[in-house]
């Protein structure tokens, strides 16, 4: 998770990447991913792709990308993204 911090260039910043070996978050989020082709190619035990912003501990916001045809959200991240999770903000 570091080096993807530093890759990322969010070292010093109040981003926090998390782990979750054992998909014991995700499954409880329900963000599991279960489409038959992305896990055909990356295998079992996967997320969806997904963001959430806390504050003081409480999620504020959460942003899937998937879609029907783009379960792993490849063609159309933004609900994930910058601006996708600030537009959740303002309208919560």
Same mark, same amino acid.
């Given at each position: 998770?570091? !080096?993807?911090?530093?890759?990322? +260039?969010i070292?010093?910043? =109040?981003?926090?990447?998390? !782990?979750?070996?054992?998909? %014991?978050?995700?499954?409880? @989020?329900? @963000?599991? =991913?279960? %489409? &038959?082709?992305?896990?055909?190619?990356? +295998?079992?035990?996967r997320?969806?792709?997904? %963001? *959430? *912003?806390?504050?003081?501990?409480?999620?504020? %916001? *959460? +942003?899937?990308?998937?879609?029907? &045809?783009?379960? !792993?959200? &490849?063609?159309?991240?933004?609900?994930? @993204?910058?601006? +996708? =999770?600030?537009?959740?903000?303002?309208? !919560?």
């Amino acid at each position: 998770m570091e !080096a993807w911090a530093k890759d990322q +260039g969010i070292e010093g910043s =109040m981003v926090k990447f998390l !782990a979750d070996p054992t998909s %014991a978050l995700t499954k409880a @989020l329900d @963000l599991e =991913m279960t %489409a &038959d082709g992305p896990v055909s190619v990356l +295998g079992a035990g996967r997320s969806k792709r997904f %963001a *959430i *912003i806390f504050d003081d501990g409480v999620a504020k %916001a *959460i +942003g899937v990308s998937e879609s029907e &045809d783009d379960p !792993a959200g &490849d063609t159309d991240p933004s609900n994930t @993204l910058v601006e +996708g =999770m600030l537009s959740q903000l303002a309208t !919560a």
